[in-house]
C-alpha cells in the first residue's frame, strides 16, 4: 500500500464502489503456537471488584463492557454494571458493607467490575466504550428519602479516547 494516495484509493472505491484495505505487516499480531497455551498465573486474566469503600476512593479505566443485571437490593429492578481495563485506582475494602482501613491497589491492566449507582450511570451514560473514565467516590450523605439510609456521591470524569485502542488506519497507513 505504500505509495498509494489517498486520491488513488478514493479513485479505486469510486470505481468499483469497494475497496480492500489491508493491515500493514507491522499491525498484523503474533499467534502463540499450541505448546505456548499454558495455564499458569502469567497467563491469568484476573478482574477486580470496585467497592465505594471511604470517600476519595477512585478508579481511571477504559469502559471495555457495559451492561444491566438484576439488582439485588431492588426486587425486579435492573442496574448498570461495567467493565473497566484498569489505568489506575484504589478503594477501601468492605467487610459486612462497612469499609475498612485496608486499601485494595487495582492492578493496571486487570479487568474491573463497576456497579452502577444513580450519578456513576448518569455520568457514563455518554460515554461510548473505548473512553477513559475516572469514577471518584466524593462523600457519603444521608438519603432525602430515607434518613435512615446514605447516599454515595460520585463523579463521573472523561478522559476521551484510550490511544491504547485506537487502531484505526489512517491515510498514512496507506
Known sequence: M???TLHDV????????????????????TYMTENQYEFSEKNEVKSEFFSYGKPGNSIVGTIIDRKQVPDDFNPGGLRWKYTLKVKN????????KKPTDEVVTLTPGNLCIVTGKEDVDAGLKAVP??????????LERPSKQDK????KECKVYNFGPDPELNNEI????L
Do not use: C, M, W
Open 89 to 96: 485506582g484504589s478503594f477501601n475494602k468492605l467487610v459486612d
Open 129 to 138: 466504550n473505548g473512553n477513559v473514565v475516572g469514577i471518584k467516590y466524593i
Open 148 to 151: 435512615k439510609k446514605t447516599v
Open 2 to 4: 505504500v505509495g498509494y
Open 10 to 29: 478514493q479513485k479505486s472505491i469510486s470505481e468499483r464502489g469497494y475497496y480492500i484495505i489491508k493491515r500493514p505487516s507491522h499491525l498484523t499480531a
Open 170 to 173: 489512517t491515510a498514512e497507513d
